[in-house]
């Protein structure tokens, strides 16, 4: 590797991290095209000079896979620190440094995928390299996986998805630590970090509305498709869905309430404890729809026949397309549309009487008295979903954050400036060696 972190000997974990994010963000792995071997050849090379086998798995050669382990010494439970090395693009003009740059200023490591998610890589990697060299023998393998493609995921799948079909031995593991949660909020004068055990299904659909072609310049004759989705757009836009508990929504509430009223309570519960509360829940009560994209005539003359929108839509965990279908159906009421929906994504969700959950549990409060772990689902789509439909994986997002604000990190996610604070990549190392010797006692 040139210009690679091992010239200069690394004074501590935090240094070690800072400097492996850094040759991490200056690899471009913007998806598409990914590229993600750049950034598995940097972790190979980085992982070996620790002592810690790599195995590098490619369904195309510039889009390689980095699983690497501490293979166990009896039969306990594997656990994987998972993390993906592609990222969003980033538009140079709007930053304020070289997105590719790596810059380490003002306390943060700046760039494309500091937070989503080199910064978890290379927390992830210092975590089992530091275990290897203090010849840490979990009693179920250790393993690490940067996985390509988590960005778009689409047609070929290259990532994680192909990595549980065509190779499951590599990744099959009982925990697993992902991205998605870590977040720290102060509520009602209480400290908490969010851990997402589950996640929203994404499960868009078209809403076609037939109406009859014809000539523009005759409106009369014709019965424009557009004018009537106009309508239906308005209502689908306003459907609301009653609210409704899970176990991460009454593992929230008992955790910051104190208490798990009936669902139809629920928001009002959180509020009075703390405004910011609420609106944590309120999406996760329910599922959400959003119109966003629309397609009619393409002419100016001609009355369209047919328009077709398609709404984004996130359905709780567990909840299925048939009867919110039937649900959306009553609340437009009869009419000339189809409802076409696309296959859903996600949707699966871990326990939360787990080890794991125990290991976060005591991180939490290790780092800041009094604090405690909420569990959260997330509104988006992430790996953990693949582990938990191949292996049962408990899955768990969590890399806590507590040096920046959870309003700001969100901020920087998939935008200018992204960042990391030096303080909170150390604070994920720390996190992610305890979860690695509490799960796995030799
Ligand atoms: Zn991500």
């Known amino acids: 590797m040139p210009g690679s972190m091992l010239d200069t000997m690394p004074t501590s974990l935090r240094d070690e991290a800072v400097e492996l994010l850094r040759e991490l963000i200056r690899a471009d792995t913007v998806n598409p095209p990914g590229n993600e071997t750049r950034a598995a050849e940097i972790l190979r090379a980085y ?11 490619a369904r195309s050669p510039e889009r390689a896979n980095l699983v690497a382990r501490i293979p166990g010494s009896g039969d306990g439970p594997r656990l994987l620190l998972l993390s993906h090395t592609d990222t969003v ?24 995928g500091a937070l989503d998610m080199k910064g ?16 840490f023998r979990p009693a179920g393998d250790l393993i690490f996986a940067a996985t390509a493609d988590e ?78 989705a106009a309508l239906l757009i ?22 910051v309430t104190g208490t798990v009223p009936p669902a139809a309570e629920a928001l009002e519960t959180a509020r ?3 405004p910011a509360a609420a609106e944590v829940l309120e999406p996760l009560l329910s599922m959400t729809m959003a119109p966003t994209m629309i397609a009619a005539s393409d002419k100016r003359n001609i009355i369209p026949g047919v328009c077709d929108v398609t709404v984004d839509c996130r359905l709780r965990p567990g909840q299925t397309q048939e009867e919110v279908d039937r649900g959306l159906r009553d609340w437009l009421g009869e009419g000339d549309y189809e409802i076409v929906w696309r296959e859903g994504q996600g949707g699966t969700r871990s326990p939360l009487d787990t080890p794991l959950w125990t290991a976060v549990e005591e991180f939490v409060s290790r780092t800041e008295p009094g604090a ?22 408990v899955a768990y997002g969590f890399f806590p954050m507590k040096e920046m604000d959870a309003d700001l990190a969100s901020r920087l996610i998939h935008s200018a400036d992204e960042r990391i604070a030096v303080a909170d990549l150390e604070l994920g190392t720390e996190f992610l060696r305890h979860v690695a010797i509490s799960l796995a006692p030799a």
């Open 272 to 274: 009075k404890v703390d």
């Open 120 to 135: 978890q890589v290379a927390a992830s990697a210092v975590a089992i390299a530091s275990l290897a060299r203090e010849s």
């Open 89 to 112: 693009l980033a538009t140079p003009e709007e930053w304020t440094v070289d997105p590719w740059s790596g810059a380490l200023q003002g306390g943060c490591v700046w760039g494309r």
């Open 372 to 393: 405690v772990p909420v569990p959260s689902c997330v509104a988006g789509f992430t790996d953990s979903h693949w582990l938990r439909e191949a292996f049962a994986t």
């Open 234 to 255: 308005e209502r689908v836009a306003s459907f609301r869905e009653e609210p409704q508990l899970g176990p991460e929504t009454e593992g929230f509430l008992a955790a």
């Open 47 to 57: 992982l070996e000079a620790n002592g810690v086998a790599c195995e590098l798995y």
């Open 151 to 228: 960005e778009v995921g689409e047609d070929e799948y290259v990532g994680l998805r192909w990595l549980c079909e065509e190779h499951p031995d590599a990744v099959r593991c009982e925990y697993a630590v992902n991205e998605g949660a870590g977040d720290r909020l102060e509520l009602g004068g209480r400290v908490f970090y969010l851990c997402s055990s589950a996640e929203k299904t994404s499960s868009p659909f078209r809403l076609v509305v037939h109406g009859r072609s014809g000539h523009a310049a005759q409106p009369g004759i014709a019965d424009n498709a557009l004018v009537k």
